[in-house]
């Protein structure tokens, strides 16, 4: 029996009806473009939560997790945005949106047990909503495809929870699958898996997890949102996916304040990067991917400002101790750094990264390798 059925049994006194598994996110490149309706390149991570389940026949949802014990008690139909503290508002979200939505959902006990490292950017709270759909719609008979397990997980965190996310995390959660990355079209939600297999290529994906903490994500997240957003008004396009490279010049001269042209240089980059990353990898080059994951770090750093000075010495170190390339990875305002790195030089960039956060004076990270892993599904 897995460890979450085990603990299912001894926290609600009855065996789970089925057990679901969804893993934490990197993306590769493609940062802060999903919501301006751009492209991005996630992978699925090795790292997984799993969700155990049974229903109820009083309506009540009871929903709790191993990391955060305390149990929260409702009945569904009570259930309204904003209303549920800390991390079962992710589950609660989840059931409201189904319910709201005509899916057949009822009350329902369900335990979450997570091995993604939490408040890393790594993507738990996308996985916590794409097992809760996929548990809930799979005990009362139903299987909506992954992207609309991914939209529901989405309007969880945007109608419920209160973070205006794009769909990136959901998606790789979801569409991922080993060995390749996932080039997500946020305007058309068109996924195509591009292969990426690292070790193949004689390098690895190192992954720093910077223990910065996460300060103020939510309010400044929301503040880049609207920034893009009013950007987009003021030049006339549906979003900023519109403008093209070369459109650039012209749009940032048709812009009123620095600020606003910065955010917008690095969202229209992006986008360029993320599709010759792309062909980069199909082509099966992915080691000169390296400089544009730099160039896309340099961007979000100056111009879309989410970087903090963690990131950026682990950035900085990794590069210096050779790796191909390296950038933040997430929303940002702390987290994760990832490194392309070739494969005899792993244990020297993490010692590279460790002995610059002893010198700064930083915590000590978390350093390991990556492999792009498999998307969410039922386990029994
Ligand atoms: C967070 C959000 F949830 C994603 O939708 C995406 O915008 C990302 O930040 C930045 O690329 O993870």
Known sequence: MSGVAAEFRRLFGREPEGVWTAPGRINLIGEHTDYNDGFALPIALPHSLDVAAARRPDGVVRLSSRQFPDVFEAPLADLVPASVPGWAAYQAGTLWALLDEGYPVSGMDLLVDSAIPTGTGLSTSAAVCCATVLAATGLHGCAPAPAEVARLAQRSENDFVGMPCGIMDQSAVMLSDRGRALFLDCRSLAAEQVPFDPAAHGM??????TRAP??????????????????????????????????????LAALPDDLVRRRVRHVVTENARVLETVDLFREGRPR??????TASHASLRDDFEVSVPEVDTAVEAALSAGALGARITGGGFGGCVIALVESGLVAECGRAVRAAFAERGFGEPVVFTALPSAGARRLS
Not at 204 to 209: I, K, M, N, Q, R
Not at 222 to 244: K, M, N, P, W, Y
């Open 288 to 293: 000169a991917a390296g400089p544009l994951f």
């Open 204 to 209: 690895s994906l190192l992954v720093v997890d």
């Open 214 to 251: 996460r300060r103020l994500v939510e309010g400044a997240y929301a503040q880049r949102r609207r920034s893009c957003e009013e950007a987009a008004r003021i030049l006339g396009v549906r979003a900023l996916r519109d403008v093209s490279p070369e459109e650039l010049p012209g749009a």
